[in-house]
């Protein structure tokens, strides 16, 4: 098991930044891929983006492609989005989600139920 504390969240007008870290605690951080998750008002959570445990592979929602980026550090056992160019559409509640793997480059699928550890979220608020 791992546990999971996000931070980052806050409210930034539409075509700005901002970066969410995930911070993990537990034990062999670097053996679990994290990813994020979020859920818009009134709308179903939806995957954003996952990346393994080397950091050599990731994935991204269809959305997140071109404006988002994961990336970790091991050392720091955090994991971080880079969100740019963000839209009202953007505005959720944004989940860091953990995985176990024995390999490297692996990265789980982009359901929830590929997951066995969510933090709590932060919100994100995108103004038009």
């Known amino acids: 098991q791992v546990q999971l504390v996000e931070s980052g969240g806050g409210l930034v007008q539409a075509g700005g930044s901002l970066r969410l870290s995930c911070a993990a605690s537990?034990?062999?951080?670097?053996?679990?891929?994290m990813g994020w998750f979020r859920r818009a008002p009134g709308k179903e959570r939806e995957f954003v983006a996952v990346i393994s445990w080397s950091g050599g592979s990731s994935y991204y929602a269809d959305f997140a492609k071109g404006r988002f980026t994961i990336s970790r550090d091991n050392a720091k056992h955090t994991v971080y989005l880079q969100m740019n160019s963000l839209k009202p559409e953007d505005t959720a509640v944004y989940y860091c989600?953990?995985?176990?793997?024995?390999?490297?480059?692996?990265?789980?699928?982009?359901?929830?139920?590929?997951?066995?550890?969510w933090g709590q979220g932060t919100q994100v608020t995108v103004s038009s």
């Open positions: 537990g034990r062999n951080f670097i053996s679990y891929a």
């Open positions: 989600v953990a995985q176990g793997s024995y390999t490297s480059d692996y990265v789980p699928g982009p359901h929830d139920s590929d997951y066995e550890n």
